[in-house]
């Protein structure tokens, strides 16, 4: 099983003028609109009720939160993970619609922070879902979140935004960290090579060994039992 490897930038190229203003325009509309689904996995979702309420005021930026993976365009993890915690939160990650970013808040979310020795947490966020944005600190400070917001607003703007395109071009890579650390049979719901197909981001790194690992343990998702109508047996005396 390979372990951290150098990810490959793609440029690309718009060679329609009219295409380029079109997609400046849709960018600037997506930056100043934006979900935010927060996922207090540690101590530093402390200074977020401050980020949000009316002295930071968030909210005066076009970002307001959201409950629902399927409609949240930001997905904020705030602090340390915990190897059960990161099966859930790359669970919420593949659920959300494209373009969808990733803010990594806290020094535990970048390198392990105080937790780096602890068998039980994730330490390099990076290595299992593209994150568009660290805010580091222990805990950043509602000003930090603000500006870190605003940094990824500007870069939504101007299109360098792109890790949600980094998980479907090199899905091998992040799938092979998840099976080292959930096992070879680990599996989510989510069909990320026929999404990669769908946006046309099939890359070189999009299949590999470890996609082929999960062809090899999949098992296709059971279907839910209906149970309208369903009768409770009393238990006999
Ligand atoms: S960086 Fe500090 S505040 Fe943030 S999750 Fe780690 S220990 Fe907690």
Known sequence: MSSIKQIPVIEEKRTNPLARVFDELVRFCRSRSLFLLHYCTGCGAIELPPAMTSRFDMERLGIQPMVSPRQADILLITGYVSIKTLKRVILTYEQMGS????????????????????????????????????????????????????????????GEAKGWEDYYRNYDYYLGNQQKLFGNDWQTPTDVITEAKHYDLLGEGTLGEHTALLEQHQQPLEALEMRLGHQVKEPAE
Request: glycine share 8%; charged share 20%; proline share 7%.
């Open 99 to 158: 373009p969808k970013y990733v803010i990594g808040i806290c020094s535990c979310t970048v390198n392990g922070g105080m937790y780096w020795q602890s068998y039980a947490t994730a330490k390099k966020l990076d290595e299992y879902m593209p994150v568009d944005l660290y805010i580091a600190g222990c805990m950043p400070r509602p000003e930090a979140v603000i500006e870190g917001l605003q940094q990824l607003m500007q870069r939504i703007k101007t």
